[in-house]
């Protein structure tokens, strides 16, 4: 792991100096980037998901590296086509998704991670999508940070954007600064590889694979030719003069007002006073003053124009031609849209993102601050789409497909779903109008669990109701405390305790990011090279299970999983073969768990020596 941090800063030094890349093929060749990957990959759900063959991430070895590394040395790494399925969109449409095989997964999150250590910083930093410590909320303070003023709104969004990416010109960009034709090879066959639809072949002439571990990095490498036009030619040309010129019908009224103060007829000079402050200051027509701004996520963007609506339209169509000649890309006609920022709302990323105006509204050091800034706000249909989940007949009722769960459980569903949206729109200026989503999801926690309890509403509210302290404050929750003896903490859920208040500077925490040092706990078990079942030090990989709650507790294996709290067990391939089959409850699980022995025999490399510790 050590090694594969050192080799990926030096890749990151030279993207830094713009210096090109050499000899990256033979990276490829270094165990310790696929250590690095698969401790990276192996928590992720889509992990134990199969592609177009049976692989998944449960048999992982270093045996597999070493094939893998084997077939790129010798140049015969196939890439596998990929498995698409559709998942519905909020408009009703279909989105395909691709699903590679899992060591397809493990070499892209390898050729991923040396992508990104040479390229992310040179990346404009008007881009948020899939880069590290960036994310939807990085973009949206940006658009509230740079957009005071704005007159006109332009949203982009490019119409299938990651499914008609050109790959000529992705190969074009990766050959301007990376010299290695073997690795341009590799990264061709995967554009090539293909998909399976229904178990049919079909080639892929354009696009990266939705769910590809490398696919955001090759449309971000596409999309950045995009911030390059806007910030060196649209900016540039669409940014003149350094202030807007006074304007004059306001310093008219101040005149008259400071002479009515002076006359000592302060009543008129109060009248004079709050008309001016309907005026804007400075000259809004200015003809000598332009100013554009620019943020991107992912294949959406927003653009903020001061200026005449003309000029707006004219960037409008400079981007679409830009798109369609140079990288062969449409822009969305439905969704690119020129809005006017003060008397309509633009949406971007889930918010709706428009100017405020309020002429009685005043900062606290009584200026109008508020006047032009960039509000963002929740929109109606999310409010009403989010009650209507806990709602029947016009009213919050219990949902009867929870009620099987234990109380535990369903208080921690409604309150990942609860904060997630409360989470999401903390920058929202209207956040208190989600409280009719809390009272609706409180109601419906309230009645499932008094029809789970078979109970009044009244005794679920005095049996869990209770007060929390949090760094924003008091809250009255639901709270269920889960006693788990004396050696161990109590698990606790609770449904509310989070502010409603608007705060731009909300610690949000949409863009973890790892650090990685040292090996994980896993790699260390792994790279031990012994079973931790039988002690046999041979044919090692790791059993994975989808999720700890899969586990049933019925065989000796899942009862050790179970208590030691972990979804992979390093094991020989005997071992691994009888967890599968169903037949391994062997004399080496018996001496952990405490259970006698019997005659029962254990698979070959089995010697009941217990559990090694991690």
């Given amino acids: 792991m050590r090694k594969a941090e050192a080799v990926l800063n030096i890749i990151e030094e030279r993207g830094q100096r713009g210096l090109p890349l050499e000899r990256v093929y033979r990276l490829l060749f270094l165990p310790d980037l696929y250590l690095r990957a698969y401790s990276r990959l192996y928590a992720n759900k889509g992990a134990m998901t199969r592609g ?74 008007h881009s948020h999508g899939f880069r590290p410590k960036r994310g939807c909320h990085t973009a949206l303070r940006e658009v509230v940070d740079r ?66 571990v490398v696919s955001p990095i090759l449309s971000n ?23 807007r010129k006074t304007y004059p019908p306001y310093v008219a009224m101040t005149v008259a007002a400071a002479r009515a103060r002076k006359r000592g007829d302060r009543e008129m000079a109060r009248e004079l ?4 402050q309907r005026l804007p200051s400075r000259d809004p027509e200015d003809p000598n003053f332009r100013r554009l701004w620019y943020v991107r996520y992912a294949d959406d963007f927003l653009l903020g124009f001061i200026g005449p609506k003309a000029e707006a339209e004219e960037i409008k169509e400079r981007l679409a031609r830009y798109l369609r000649d140079t990288l062969h890309l449409d822009l969305s006609m439905e969704k690119t849209l020129v809005t006017h920022a003060r008397d309509d709302v633009a949406r971007f990323l889930g918010y709706e993102v428009h100017c405020i105006h309020a002429d ?5 050091r009584g200026q109008r601050g508020i006047n032009g800034r960039i509000g963002l706000r929740v929109p109606h249909h999310v409010i009403r789409a989010a009650i209507a989940k806990y709602m029947r007949g016009g009213k919050p009722t219990h949902l009867p497909q929870r009620l099987n769960d234990d109380v535990y459980s369903i208080v921690r569903l409604y309150q990942s779903e609860y904060s997630g949206i409360v989470q ?3 920058l929202a200026y209207n956040l208190g ?106 044919n090692i990989e790791v059993h994975h299970v989808r999720k700890l709650a899969d586990l049933r507790g019925r065989s000796q294996w899942e009862k050790v ?43 070959s490399g089995s010697e009941g020596r217990g559990w090694k510790s991690a």
């Fill in 221 to 243: 490498l596409v999309l950045d030719r995009l911030d390059k036009f806007v910030e060196n030619e649209l900016i540039p040309s669409n940014t003149r003069g350094r202030r």
């Fill in 52 to 125: 177009a063959t049976s692989e998944t991430v449960d048999g992982m070895s270093m045996a597999r590296i070493e094939t893998i590394i084997e077939a790129l040395r010798e140049e015969r790494y196939r890439w596998t086509p990929v498995r698409r399925t559709y998942i519905p969109k909020k408009n009703g449409k279909l989105r395909p998704l691709g699903m590679p095989s899992w060591s397809d997964k493990l070499l892209q999150e390898v050729i991923r991670s040396i992508l990104n250590a040479y390229y992310e910083p040179q990346f404009s930093k």
């Fill in 360 to 364: 009685d509204q005043h900062d606290p």
């Fill in 424 to 426: 999401y729109y903390r």
């Fill in 147 to 212: 957009g005071a003023g704005t007159k006109w709104f332009i949203e982009g969004d490019i119409s299938a954007c990651f499914d008609k990416i050109d790959h000529s010109i992705v190969l074009a960009i990766l050959r301007e600064r990376i010299h290695d034709n073997r690795f341009l090879r590799l990264i061709d066959g995967l554009l090539q590889a293909g998909y399976l639809e229904d178990w049919t072949f079909n080639a892929t002439y354009s696009g990266v694979p939705q769910g590809g």
């Fill in 273 to 276: 006073s709050k008309t001016a």
């Fill in 433 to 538: 109008k989600l409280s009719h989503f809390g009272w609706a999801a409180w109601l419906s926690l309230v009645k499932t669990l008094a029809n789970k309890l078979r109970c009044h509403t009244s005794e679920v509210t005095r049996r869990y109701r209770t007060r929390i302290m949090t760094p924003e404050g008091s809250f009255s929750v639901l709270q269920v405390v889960v006693e788990r003896g004396p050696k161990k903490k109590p698990l606790k859920a609770h449904f509310g305790g989070i502010s409603l208040a608007w705060n731009l500077h909300a610690s949000i925490g949409d863009t973890p990011t790892k650090v990685w040092s040292g090996r994980s706990e896993l790699l260390g078990r792994l790279l031990a090279e012994e079973c931790e079942l039988c002690r046999s030090t041979s």
């Fill in 561 to 603: 999983m179970v208590a030691r709290r972990r979804k992979t067990l390093v094991v020989c391939r005997s071992c691994h073969d009888g967890i599968h089959n169903g037949r391994y409850n062997g004399p080496a699980l018996r001496k952990i768990t405490g259970e006698p022995d019997d005659t029962e025999t254990v698979k």
